[in-house]
Every structure is written in structure tokens, then in C-alpha cells.
């Protein structure tokens, strides 16, 4: 019982420390000079990702038996300022 107790505190406690430093973060981090969050985007760019997704799933009357989708396409990032950032499939194509 004590030993649930502990945990139970502990848990609380590292839950109230995690949220006490949520916001002091952005705050304390130096300048960023590229104008982004986390400089992971210029603006002006162009960025493509080739993305893949499969989702399957299996009928519980039939043994050995999968369906599903399957889509393809081409996810384009393009980074205006800051705050605002396009981004849309290109060429998607579905397989059932």
C-alpha cells in the first residue's frame, strides 16, 4: 500500500515539474536568426517529401484475409514567413 502510495506521489511530482517548465523554454532560447521556431524551414523554399502509407486491416471471419488502402504522393512544404506555411499533396494515387 505505502509502495502505490510512493509511486503515486512520485508521478504527481514529475508531472507538476514537467508542467511548471512548459512555458520558460521559448523564453530562455537564444535568438533564432532565421526567423523560424526551430530553423527547420527557409522561407521562400520548396521542400518534397515522397510519402508512402499503408493501412490494413484483417476480417475476423476469414482466415489469412487482409484489406486495406494504399496511397502515394508527393507532400509539398512551402514555408511563406513564420506563421504561415502551404503544404498539399501533389500526384496522389490509391490502391485498394
Known amino acids: 500500500m505505502i509502495a502505490k502510495l510512493l509511486l503515486l506521489t512520485l508521478v504527481g511530482v514529475c508531472t507538476a515539474y514537467q508542467y511548471s517548465y512548459e512555458y520558460e523554454f521559448?523564453?530562455?532560447?537564444?535568438?533564432?536568426?532565421?526567423g523560424f521556431?526551430?530553423?527547420?524551414?527557409?522561407?521562400?523554399r520548396e521542400y518534397v517529401y515522397n510519402v508512402t502509407t499503408k493501412t490494413m486491416t484483417a476480417l475476423p471471419d476469414l482466415e489469412d484475409?487482409?484489406?486495406?488502402?494504399?496511397?502515394?504522393g508527393y507532400l509539398v512544404i512551402r514555408p511563406k514567413d513564420h506563421n504561415y506555411v502551404v503544404a498539399y499533396i501533389d500526384r496522389p494515387t490509391y490502391a485498394t
Open 65 to 72: 484475409y487482409w484489406t486495406g488502402i494504399v496511397t502515394h
Open 26 to 34: 521559448p523564453a530562455s532560447r537564444p535568438f533564432n536568426q532565421t
Open 37 to 44: 521556431e526551430f530553423g527547420a524551414w527557409e522561407p521562400n
